[in-house]
């Protein structure tokens, strides 16, 4: 899967998440076929124009402890991610140490790899050109 694909894989996942449920930056990788690509999934709500037609609700993405990863400093992301969680009727509640979390047993968004629809076609295993995941032939 190239950078295209895989973004583009992304974005169509996470409009699948239904409105007042959250899921994991992992779990979309898991769903999409790339475990281990958590941190690009990040990358790709990152860079998502917000002119992209249909919109990607992007808020509804989160780290797999709940919480609302900050940004980096100096930007209001992690406010509107909150914001417009609690727009939609998600609990957003104030951890311990200052962090906005949301309770995953409550309002988590988890299917079964290979239950949701990627966007993309799937090659049949064992044809040439197929691969299991890892970039290897199947």
């Known amino acids: 899967m190239d950078s295209a694909e895989f973004h583009a894989a992304v974005y169509h ?3 699948q998440i ?3 449920r959250v899921t994991s930056y992992g779990h979309i990788a898991k769903l999409i076929g790339m475990p ?3 941190r690009h999934v990040g990358q790709a709500l990152k860079f998502l124009s917000p002119d992209v037609e249909p919109p990607v609700p992007w808020q ?3 780290s797999s ?3 609302i990863s900050s940004r980096g400093p100096g930007t209001d992301d992690a406010q509107r991610q909150r914001d417009a969680l609690e727009a939609e009727g998600v609990e957003v509640v104030v951890g ?3 962090e906005s979390r949301v309770d995953l047993a409550t309002w988590g968004w988890f299917p079964a790899p290979g239950t949701i629809d990627i966007g993309l076609p799937v090659a049949p ?4 050109g197929a691969t299991d995941g890892d970039g290897a032939d199947a």
């Open 13 to 15: 996942v996470v409009r």
């Open 18 to 20: 239904p409105y007042q």
């Open 36 to 38: 281990s690509y958590s």
């Open 60 to 62: 509804r993405v989160i």
């Open 65 to 67: 402890a709940g919480m």
């Open 96 to 98: 311990r140490t200052g």
């Open 125 to 128: 295993t064992g044809v040439s």
